[in-house]
């Protein structure tokens, strides 16, 4: 029996085609638009997202085992044993991740309408918004490696230049360049990764290479578990994951929006998603999906211990970021798939959130992103705090809301897999603690206390407006084009910044509620086709534990907020005496475990050390050797032969003739 | 009349054309002595030809005459050149090649 599965091919590549359109249309007619560039940018987006509903409903109504539908536009490359097709994969997962771009990105797109109205380089935002959205739907819907590779680096390009997006600050175009050049070291590993993959069976195509492997590989066979180390390279480079992770918290350069897209909500969830997209292949290489759970692990408590200690508001949600995707990349590695994706979308959700209400702050204190002079903003915008505040509880993990019941499906899980995977339940719990501590670390100094100077303006319904400066390094900046623009935009003020952040605020909290242990189970139900034939999808822990799991997640997610209530509320200026006393793990933690100045030992000093040793000692010595010598020999035969050359036209002739006449006399004497 | 006859004048125009390159110092003169030994040698090619009874030696000394034609209006081109921007027309001093 065949099934008809045009219409899931027809939608898959609609939600391609969408944002390609908006970006080369935004792009092309740069001059033409003006402002309506935002909303012809909100607009591809919203028809991508209609496409990626319409993707869902075709393939729920096919047969669950025909759920796989890919689809080819033409042959890329076609040879020998190599054929390349320019082809998708439509299939749950690749249908929930498109979901959650699509959405995310489309009421992201709506925030910065008005957030950035004001920018002058407002077309520009919205070309290479879309273009954003465009890679990452590639790198979400390819078909093989090779496509997955081309969207990979589209997104890494597109977040450079919107991390750099204003390219008069320094620091921002600073930032764009670390971002870049560790992705880039991502893009190489996987590339390695594909072609090991197809050396060894001989495809690029996912379904066929899930197919090939089990036959061609022993559990654990070195060739794999080489080909996925080099894969996870890639997967941790765009994630930020340890020890590729430095670039994320610099990307706080870009405008909040661009965070909030792409540094929260999509584009570092590519290496989750590929963890996922592959796991057909971690599965007989367990060695390197456990390689993958301990960085994962490691990352998810280093940043959550750093988030800590920061105090620009938007680092500190970047370090929340860090930890989060750590809790994914744990969950896809150790088996929780539908736990993983599922806080992948939860987190989406929330984080986003967070960084929409983040620029509100921002935008209410001219650009300031010091919490240190923030408090009190309760009364004066009360409703970024309230959004801020579901934000930080869905991040927290407060009961009921969704990151609850995503991440202590994760947790859980570990638990229940039992053995070494306990190391997993416990830290993630303890980083729980932590993270329901900093974020209301956020939301009790935004938004308690009372209000600074700021705050107090608003509420005579003036906003600041203080000098345009770099907040990170205080120079004083311009208004002009490649620099933030001269008015901001709160929330309190804006609707299409309110819709956006009231959607996400209502699935921050409610999103959960598509996956209770023991009652719904939708999420799960959806993914069953992708991850069918897994031992570890069918893997369930009881409903008694899981709900044994949430009471303590929820304990320590209580907990940690008391501890913050405490520490920011009640005794506020604790914290003071707190770093006194605990001078060098602060300074240990505030220095982001000096990561930065571990690679910069390890990498980039060694380099630039073999770099002028090549320049001092090989260019100089042995380059600059051979060319001189070449030159010195040439010019000594000059100084021999020079001799000759009189230019005495006479003296040429003479020897001309008497050449020959030499010749001539050599030739009778011979012939005679 | 012999072969050898020809071939003594060809020599002897031959010997006065180099003679002339070696001595003479002026360039039209030099390009003359060349002429010179040009058409001895053509003389010579001419007499072998009508000795063998063929035709090969006449082709060639049709291209020697438009080599010779060619280097004619090098040679005066040159020379006219020289004369316009007031060099003096003395081989011994264009020394410009000494190396």
Same mark, same amino acid.
């Given at each position: 029996m065949t099934v008809d599965t045009s219409s899931a091919e027809t939608f898959g590549w609609l939600i391609l085609a969408f944002p390609l359109a908006g970006a080369i249309a935004i792009a092309l007619g740069f001059r033409f638009w003006g402002k309506a560039a935002g909303w012809i940018g909100t607009g591809a987006i919203a028809l991508a997202f209609a496409s990626a509903i319409g993707a869902f409903f075709a393939i729920q109504d096919l047969p669950s085992e025909s759920r796989q539908v890919t689809s080819s536009l033409y042959d890329y490359a076609s040879a020998v044993g190599l054929d390349?097709?320019?082809?998708?994969?439509?299939?749950?997962?690749?249908?929930?991740?498109?979901?959650?771009?699509?959405?995310?990105?489309?009421?992201?797109?709506?925030?910065?309408?008005?957030?950035?109205?004001?920018?002058?380089?407002?077309?520009?935002?919205?070309?290479?918004?879309?273009?954003?959205?465009?890679?990452?739907?590639?790198?979400?819907?390819?078909?093989?490696?090779?496509?997955?590779?081309?969207?990979?680096?589209?997104?890494?390009?597109?977040?450079?230049?919107?991390?750099?997006?204003?390219?008069?600050?320094?620091?921002?175009?600073?930032?764009?360049?670390?971002?870049?050049?560790?992705?880039?070291?991502?893009?190489?590993?996987?590339?390695?990764?594909?072609?090991?993959?197809?050396?060894?069976?001989?495809?690029?195509?996912?379904?066929?290479?899930?197919?090939?492997?089990?036959?061609?590989?022993?559990?654990?066979?070195?060739?794999?578990?080489?080909?996925?180390?080099?894969?996870?390279?890639?997967?941790?480079?765009?994630?930020? =994951?340890?020890?590729?992770?430095?670039?994320?918290?610099?990307?706080?350069?870009?405008?909040?929006?661009?965070?909030?897209?792409?540094?929260?909500?999509?584009?570092?969830?590519?290496?989750?998603?590929?963890?996922?997209?592959?796991?057909?292949?971690?599965?007989?290489?367990?060695?390197?999906?456990?390689?993958?759970?301990?960085?994962?692990?490691?990352?998810?408590?280093m940043a959550a211990t750093i988030a800590l200690v920061v105090t620009d508001l938007k680092r500190i949600i970047a370090y929340s970021t860090m930890s989060q995707i750590g809790y994914m990349v744990v969950a896809v590695s150790i088996g929780a798939y539908t736990a993983g994706i599922f806080h992948l979308m939860t987190h989406a959700f929330f984080k986003a959130l967070l960084f929409m209400a983040a620029g509100s702050i921002i935008a209410a204190m001219a650009n300031r992103q010091n919490i240190d002079l923030m408090s009190g903003f309760r009364k004066a915008m009360p409703f970024t705090s309230a959004l801020l505040i579901i934000g930080a509880l869905a991040l927290a993990g407060f009961p009921g809301t969704s990151g609850f019941f995503s991440k202590d499906e994760i947790l859980v899980y570990a638990a229940d897999r039992g053995g070494m995977y306990w190391i997993f339940a416990i830290g993630g719990y303890a980083a729980a603690f932590l993270t329901a501590f900093y974020s209301f670390r956020i939301g009790f100094r935004v938004v308690w206390g009372e209000p600074c100077e700021e705050a107090r303006e608003l509420e005579r319904g003036h906003m600041a407006h203080g000098e345009p400066e770099n907040p990170v390094t205080g120079e004083k900046e311009d208004t002009d084009v490649g620099f933030p623009g001269p008015e901001h935009h709160i929330a309190e003020r804006a609707w299409p910044m309110r819709a956006a952040m009231g959607i996400l605020g209502f699935l921050a909290l409610f999103a959960g509620l598509l996956q209770i242990p023991g009652v719904t189970a939708a999420v799960e139900h959806f993914l069953e086709p992708t991850f069918e034939g897994s031992a570890l999808f069918e893997h369930h822990p009881s409903t008694g534990s899981a709900y044994l799991g949430m009471l303590v997640g929820g304990i320590l997610a209580l907990a940690g907020i008391a501890l913050a209530f405490q520490v920011y509320v009640r005794r506020r200026g604790v914290t003071a005496g707190l770093v006194e006393r605990y001078r060098g793990l602060h300074g240990f933690l505030f220095n982001r475990w000096y990561f930065d100045e571990l690679l910069d030992a390890l990498?980039?000093?060694?380099?630039?050390?073999?770099?002028?040793?090549?320049?001092?000692?090989?260019?100089?010595?042995?380059? =600059?050797?051979?060319?001189?010598?070449?030159?010195?020999?040439?010019?000594?035969?000059?100084?021999?032969?020079r001799g000759a050359q009189s230019g005495f036209v006479r003296a040429y002739a003479l020897l001309v003739v008497g050449g020959f006449a030499v010749l001539a006399l050599y030739f009778l004497v011979v012939s005679s | 009349?012999?072969?050898?006859?020809?071939?003594?004048?060809?020599?002897?125009?031959?010997?006065?054309?180099?003679?002339?390159?070696?001595?003479?110092?002026?360039?039209?003169?030099?390009?003359?002595?060349?002429?010179?030994?040009l058409n001895a040698g053509n003389l010579a090619l001419l007499a072998f030809a009508r000795s063998h009874g063929n035709e090969e030696g006449h082709v060639f000394a049709l291209i020697v005459m438009v080599v010779a034609a060619c280097e004619v209006v090098v040679g005066l081109g040159l020379i006219v050149a020289m004369y316009r921007r007031r060099l003096p027309l003395n081989v011994d001093e264009m020394r410009g090649l000494k190396g």
């Open positions: 390349i097709k320019l082809g998708i994969l439509v299939d749950p997962l690749a249908v929930i991740m498109a979901l959650v771009v699509t959405g995310v990105s489309m009421l992201i797109h709506l925030y910065s309408v008005a957030y950035m109205d004001s920018d002058r380089g407002y077309v520009r935002f919205f070309a290479l918004l879309n273009f954003f959205v465009f890679s990452m739907l590639v790198l979400v819907m390819a078909g093989n490696l090779v496509l997955l590779i081309i969207g990979w680096a589209f997104v890494g390009y597109a977040s450079y230049a919107l991390i750099s997006f204003w390219y008069r600050r320094n620091t921002a175009t600073a930032a764009g360049m670390k971002a870049f050049v560790i992705n880039v070291i991502g893009d190489i590993g996987l590339m390695l990764a594909a072609f090991l993959l197809f050396g060894e069976l001989g495809t690029f195509d996912y379904l066929a290479l899930f197919e090939e492997a089990p036959g061609h590989f022993d559990v654990n066979d070195g060739a794999l578990v080489a080909a996925l180390l080099l894969l996870l390279v890639g997967a941790f480079a765009k994630s930020a =994951q340890v020890p590729l992770h430095t670039w994320l918290a610099d990307a706080m350069e870009g405008p909040t929006p661009v965070s909030a897209l792409i540094h929260a909500a999509t584009m570092v969830t590519a290496g989750v998603y590929l963890i996922a997209r592959t796991h057909p292949l971690f599965e007989l290489a367990p060695t390197a999906a456990d390689v993958a759970a301990f960085i994962g692990l490691l990352t998810l408590i990498v980039y000093r060694p380099t630039i050390a073999a770099g002028r040793v090549a320049s001092n000692v090989l260019e100089r010595v042995f380059v =600059q050797g051979i060319v001189n010598g070449t030159t010195g020999i040439v010019r000594g035969v000059g100084v021999l032969v | 009349m012999a072969l050898e006859w020809y071939l003594v004048l060809s020599g002897l125009l031959f010997a006065v054309g180099a003679a002339g390159l070696l001595i003479r110092r002026n360039p039209l003169v030099i390009l003359l002595c060349l002429e010179l030994m």
